[in-house]
Nanobody, 123 residues
Framework: QVSPVESGGGLVQAGDSMRLTCVAS????????MAWFRQAPGKEREFVAA????????DYDDSVKGRFIISRDNDKNTVYLQMNSLKPAYTAVFYC????????????????WGQGTEVTVSS
């Protein structure tokens, strides 16, 4: 089991870029698929992007395709989310959960969650 810790959030302006980082302690990080979910104020937590354990499979929610890039560095037990052309609608707490091997799209598919990092995009 891995324990993710997210960082890199903060306050930015619309149109800016930001990179979120998630470092997962624990063994066998390379055997886990990693994802990013977000929870906007007053809304449910939703899928943003995911990357498989070998990084061969990558997928995004339609709302962020072409703007966000997920990547991982298994040597550093780290997954990244590069976010470009940010919009105020992206304001949310971002989480980086893990599940064995294959990517998933639903909250219940992920076993290990961090505390999240807050991203605020001002207009």
């Amino acid at each position: 089991q891995v324990s993710p810790v997210e960082s890199g959030g903060g306050l930015v302006q619309a149109g800016d870029s930001m990179r979120l980082t998630c470092v997962a302690s624990g063994h066998l990080f390379s055997t886990y698929a990693m994802a990013w979910f977000r929870q906007a104020p007053g809304k449910e937590r939703e899928f943003v992007a995911a990357i498989g354990w070998l990084a061969r499979n990558v997928d995004y929610d339609d709302s962020v395709k072409g703007r966000f890039i997920i990547s991982r560095d298994n040597d550093k037990n780290t997954v990244y989310l590069q976010m470009n052309s940010l919009k105020p609608a992206y304001t949310a707490v971002f989480y980086c959960p893990a599940r064995p091997r294959q990517i998933g799209y639903r909250l219940w598919e992920y076993l290990c969650w961090g505390q999240g990092t807050e991203v605020t995009v001002s207009s």
